[in-house]
């Protein structure tokens, strides 16, 4: 006899992948009535991507690098300048405004350019860094859409470098080295590093292109970093060192981006007035860390199977009260941990042992359970995420104390 019930794909994936994991988190959903592969950030999902994104502009500001804001669409001639409307066109979306044809950004890097060029800059003030997180919209065909790994709307951790060719490498290393340390804070081991180079749709002058391959080479070589060379495969307007990480289930994932750019600048006429008080042409450097925030996330998911440290958990304790006279002085223990953490509540009339088991099935890292005991003494009950035992008699200022030293030590 046949079963009625319907069947649910969700159900053949591996307990690993992160779609799996994130229907007891709640991160996310893709609605195929609104679009696919547009995915929607519920609120733990986008506290998760502000605490990335957070982490990584603090990181930028630190290093120099000026944050800036484009917007969504461009006019076509704008695309056509740049190259993208000739060598990216299957992969954008185009739409017609007024008898006026725009396209919506793939990329950042045209709304960089003009920010750029909008100033006049002189050698001494070189290299300007500007870095932006922002989201751009591809053409993916539906079948190689794939959970947050693979979407048509996503946000790109964007940078572009505007330098003199004298500080290529200096500027090339800062990248590497960022990326190195960017990757060792999300605890992301890195399988390989290539040198992406010249393919055969290009834009630009071969010799340009093979100077801009050894510039790359170069850096990679006097840094003692191990590479290998995959032929063809750079991006249309320069030669690219890509980093690729390796995640749980052993596969690798490109996902930082270090591209040499000698063309766009040359086509936007993008200048410095140098030492001679000349005007001169700058290069450009686009760079990427984690490429798609989306994907990203996707690869953490499943690297910490949904069981986030405390510093990167959406929610890093819950409050939950025994019964419904002791929500008054749970809510005042909420009241004060939420100064300085993201902290939530179940006040809900159920057995604390079906509140403590929904925590654990989110994956909170720390539940509090407040109780008659716990009011009288002024203490709390902590349970610990992942662990059966129960640590009672913890003093509020001793469980901040500890929730700070798992902070500050990534754990």
Not at 71 to 96: D, I, L, Q, R
Not at 177 to 199: A, G, N, Q, R
Request: net charge neutral.
């Amino acid at each position: 006899m046949k079963s009625d019930k319907k069947h649910n794909p969700m159900d053949d994936l591996p307990e690993s992948d992160h779609r799996k994991i994130n229907n007891k988190l709640g991160l996310f959903s893709i609605e195929d009535e609104l679009g696919a592969g547009l995915p929607l950030f519920h609120p733990k999902g986008a506290v998760l991507f502000r605490i990335i994104e957070n982490f990584v502009l603090d990181k930028l500001l630190k290093r120099g690098y000026q944050i800036v804001k484009t917007p969504h669409v461009y006019k076509a001639g704008v695309w056509e300048k740049s190259g993208h409307a000739n060598k990216y066109k299957e992969n954008m979306f185009f739409t017609e405004v007024e008898g006026k044809k725009f396209g919506v950004k793939p990329m950042n890097c045209p709304g960089h350019l003009f920010i750029y060029r909008a100033d006049s800059h002189s050698y001494k003030e070189l290299p300007v860094r500007l870095a932006e997180i922002a989201t751009v919209y591809r053409n993916e065909m539906s079948g190689n859409l794939n959970g947050l790994t693979r979407v048509r709307g996503f946000a790109q951790d964007d940078a572009h470098i505007f330098c003199r060719e004298d500080q290529i490498e200096e500027e090339v290393k800062k990248m590497i080295d960022l990326t190195f340390e960017i990757y060792k804070d999300f605890d992301l081991k890195i399988d390989h590093i290539e040198l992406s180079t010249m393919p055969a749709e290009h834009l630009g002058d071969e010799k340009v292109w093979k100077k801009a391959e050894n510039a790359l080479e170069k850096v990679l070589k006097d840094n003692k970093i191990k590479y290998t060379v995959n032929k063809g495969d750079g991006a249309f307007y320069g030669p690219k060192i890509d980093t690729h990480v390796k995640d749980v289930l052993g596969r690798s994932w490109q996902l930082g981006t270090i591209q040499l750019d000698f063309f766009m600048p040359e086509a936007f006429d993008l200048t410095y007035v140098g030492e001679d008080n000349s005007k001169k042409r700058v290069v450009m450097l686009h760079r990427a860390i984690l490429g798609a925030v989306e994907r990203f996330m996707a690869i953490l998911i499943e690297h910490y199977k949904g069981d986030f440290p405390v510093w990167l958990a959406p929610v890093q304790a819950r409050v939950i009260s025994m019964n419904d006279e002791l929500i008054p002085y749970a809510q005042e223990i909420e009241k004060k941990l939420s100064e300085n953490f993201r902290i939530d509540s179940d006040y809900r009339s159920e057995r604390v042992q079906k509140k403590v088991k929904q925590a654990e099935i989110e994956k909170i890292p720390a539940i509090l359970v407040i109780g008659n005991k716990e009011k009288e003494k002024g203490t709390l009950a902590v349970r610990w995420g992942g662990s059966k035992k129960v640590e009672f008699g913890i003093k509020l200022d001793k469980f901040i104390e500890i929730l700070n030293s798992k902070i500050e030590k990534r754990i």
